[in-house]
T-cell receptor, first 112, second 114 residues
């Protein structure tokens, strides 16, 4: 059974810092992995989708990496801004299923 | 232009009542989902439909019944509401059925059962 964990649960950083969010999963037979952002009281917005055959994906200041064999993904945010403050969730799509298993999220606060 | 919309946004009701939540997507996607996010913000899939056909049915009480009248709509009906049903319910959609692709979420429906 796939389990997805995100550490840390919460993180506060000053504006301008580069930061890394971590996602771990127990079953390496994944199809792909998505990183989402959730603002308070809002739905989820997909940031990056990384296929199992890829090592990383980039979009603007965001870079997601994937290491299937070790069951890990990281989301790197460069030059953080207060507008980046949100909860970040990773979701693992397991091969042979039609569903994503979500992590518990990291609540990020970027201080001005 | 709203891609995935849900109604109502807020729902406060008494235990034992029956309620429905509606979801519509205008993205032309084939697959739609219902997720439940509990008080600890943990998000878990409940159901998924691909072209009006049920493809995921997690261990959800049979008081919850999804209905997909067409591939742009997926509604959730809940009978005999219980306190533990209080949560935020999210609808989502994606292109493709057997492939897992980028998911687009609605704004959520906040259900409070008193």
């Amino acid at each position: 059974k796939q389990e997805v964990t995100q550490i840390p649960a919460a993180l506060s950083v000053p504006e301008g810092e580069n930061l890394v969010l971590n996602c771990s999963f127990t079953d390496s037979a994944i199809y792909n992995l998505q990183w989402f952002r959730q603002d308070p009281g809002k739905g989820l917005t997909s940031l990056l989708l990384i296929q199992s055959s890829q090592r990383e994906q980039t979009s603007g200041r965001l870079n997601a990496s994937l290491d299937k064999s070790s069951g890990r993904s990281t989301l790197y945010i460069a030059a953080s801004q207060p507008g980046d403050s949100a909860t970040y969730l990773c979701a693992v799509g397991t091969s042979g299923t039609y569903k994503y298993i979500f992590g518990t999220g990291t609540r990020l606060k970027v201080l001005a | 232009d709203t891609a995935v919309s849900q109604t109502p946004k807020y729902l406060v009701t008494q235990m034992g009542n029956d309620k429905s939540i509606k979801c519509e997507q205008n993205l032309g996607h084939d697959t739609m989902y219902w997720y439940k996010q509990d008080s600890k913000k943990f998000l878990k899939i409940m159901f998924s439909y691909n072209n009006k056909e049920l493809i995921i049915n997690e261990t959800v009480p049979n008081r919850f019944s999804p209905k997909s009248p067409d591939k742009a709509h997926l509604n959730l009906h809940i009978n005999s509401l219980e306190l533990g049903d209080s949560a935020v319910y999210f609808c989502a959609s994606s292109q493709g059925g057997a492939r897992l692709e980028t998911q687009y979420f609605g704004p959520g429906t906040r259900l409070l059962v008193l």
